[in-house]
């Protein structure tokens, strides 16, 4: 069967490549090509001689592939289509046109595909678009475009040298936030708010861009971040050490990264950022008892409540294990089509691993605990899934009713909704656990895991570091001063008096 196709497959776009692509025109090349990005089926035609082209004997077309082969015994051809985020087989005669099926494929991944614009009509002008424009996140609002879009003093006009390949600030912050800041919603906005305040000083002390200002420039702006400032009541007011340290940290971090990259030729913020002294001073504080934790695993774990779908519980249950268990970060369970991460990986012991993306793009690999795999395998056979990833599997981890990728507050009411059943399940002279149950976020967890790898089975920090997705071992070493009782046993035995 030549499956049916709409004309012009060539007009949509292949946003993930770079620079953009163009999707082939024959649709075979087009399914082929699209199944390829996504990593996984689009649209497949079986038959039992192509079945057992693929497989040694019958036996392991069955195995393998056993709806295919059941629909196989009673039609001369089975469709394997996707739909909604799964896998679905029918006969040929009910199956849906392929065009049909890869339209609806582009159109629900549409942050990466999308239909060509009149201004791509070349490839050529879609590749200058695309370095100019592109990126997730855009200039901050409110800077006066024309303040920004600029070369300064320090920004590097040669070309072999400048490897952003841009000749203004405007289209260097772009680069700078998609890189460093798109991967989080929050860091994007902490980013972008920091910029804006700076770009608001330049323009009172009329300098700028952001390439012109020079040394002396960038010290006036941090002591005018440190200047106390009155109120309308008439008191005095300072900024807190922990927000002048964030926003010189994201100045610095622009202009190291501008310097690095070839865009400017000095870097005059080196040693700009005071952030030294709070992050020593740093004391992760919002921690979950032993107790309460053990009372959600054991709620997490137990049966479906009665006005819960098993889907959705199972889902739920998967979600609550990958944060509790990996310890990482709201976001970094975020799909990301791009890059497909995060993904697992299994070897051939069935154990696993889980491959995120962290702060700054930076990539991490998490073995998971054989605690939690139950649940991420139970939530696999429930999306018809095989029970453990196989090699190259390009989905979701976590998916939608609707068959999307789950977003950031749909993985954040997961989590809350175990604390909440959990604090609901509490004897009522449990109070205080109650109220820190009905507190508690995903990122509780997460310092809950490091609080475990850290003081109660004392891993080596580095190792701690890299597991948490940590830039400075610092900020790993600070959960061991949340315990006095460890510090205390590390005191005794190396005073130990030898009488």
């Known amino acids: 069967m030549t499956p049916s196709h709409p004309p012009g497959l060539s007009t949509w776009l292949d946003m993930g490549c770079r620079p953009p692509r163009r999707l082939p025109e024959p649709p075979e090349a087009a399914l082929e090509y699209v199944a390829h990005a996504l990593g996984h089926p689009v649209y497949v035609r079986w038959t039992l001689t192509a079945l057992k082209r693929g497989c040694p004997s019958l036996a392991d077309a069955k195995r393998e592939h056993p709806a295919v082969f059941a629909l196989l015994l009673e039609h001369d051809a089975a469709i394997e289509y996707w739909e909604r985020g799964r896998l679905r087989v029918v006969s040929e005669s009910s199956a849906p046109a392929a065009a049909t099926v890869l339209e609806r494929v582009l159109r629900q991944h549409r942050r990466r595909f999308r239909l060509a614009s009149p201004d791509d009509a070349t490839d050529g002008a879609l590749a200058i678009r695309h370095t100019v424009t592109d990126g997730s996140a855009g200039l901050p609002a409110g800077v006066d475009p024309e303040w920004l879009a600029r070369a300064g003093r320090f920004a590097n006009p040669a070309a072999l040298t400048n490897t952003l390949g841009v000749a203004d600030d405007a289209q260097a912050v772009k680069l700078f936030l998609r890189e460093r800041a798109s991967h989080s919603p929050h860091t994007l906005r902490a980013y972008v708010t920091e910029l804006r305040r700076l770009a608001a000083w330049c323009t009172r002390e009329r300098l700028g861009p952001y390439s012109d200002l020079t040394r002396q420039d960038l010290m006036a702006y941090r002591d005018a971040l440190q200047a106390p400032r009155a109120e309308v009541a008439g008191t005095v007011r300072r900024a807190a050490p922990a927000s002048i340290s964030r926003a010189l940290a994201v100045v610095s971090s622009l202009f190291a990264w501008w310097h690095r990259t070839g865009y400017l030729t000095v870097n005059p913020a080196e040693g700009l950022a ?72 299994a070897d051939e012991a069935r154990q696993w691993t889980l491959h995120v993306t962290g ?117 790993t070493a600070a959960y061991a001063r949340t315990d006095t009782t460890q510090l205390r046993a590390f005191v005794e035995e190396s005073f130990r008096s030898n009488s």
Not at 291 to 311: Q, R
Not at 362 to 390: E, F, M, N, V
Not at 431 to 459: M, N, P
Request: glycine fraction near 6%; aromatic fraction near 6%.
């Open 274 to 345: 005071a952030g030294g002294r709070a992050r020593m001073t740093w004391t992760p504080v919002r921690f979950l008892p032993a107790a309460a934790l053990a009372h959600c695993d054991a709620v997490a774990a137990g049966d479906a409540p009665e006005e819960v779908p098993a889907t959705v519980w199972a889902r739920r249950r998967a979600v609550w294990a990958l944060y509790r268990f990996a310890g990482i970060r709201l976001a970094e369970l975020v799909w990301n089509e791009e890059f497909a991460l995060p993904r697992i990986e």
């Open 359 to 475: 702060k700054g793009g930076k990539q991490r690999a998490i073995p998971l605990p054989s605690t939690c795999l139950p649940a991420l395998r139970a939530y696999r056979c429930a999306r018809g899934l095989p029970a453990d990833p196989p090699p190259g599997e390009r989905l979701p981890l976590i998916h939608s009713e609707r068959g999307r990728a789950l977003g950031t507050s749909g993985l954040y009411d997961e989590v809350r909704a175990v604390f909440a059943l959990a604090a609901a399940r509490l004897p009522p002279e449990e109070s205080a656990l109650r109220a820190a149950l009905e507190t508690a976020s995903t990122h509780w967890l997460r310092h809950g895991y490091a609080r475990t790898l850290v003081v109660d089975h004392r891993v080596p920090l580095p190792v701690a570091q890299a597991l948490l997705g940590h830039a400075s071992v610092q900020t």
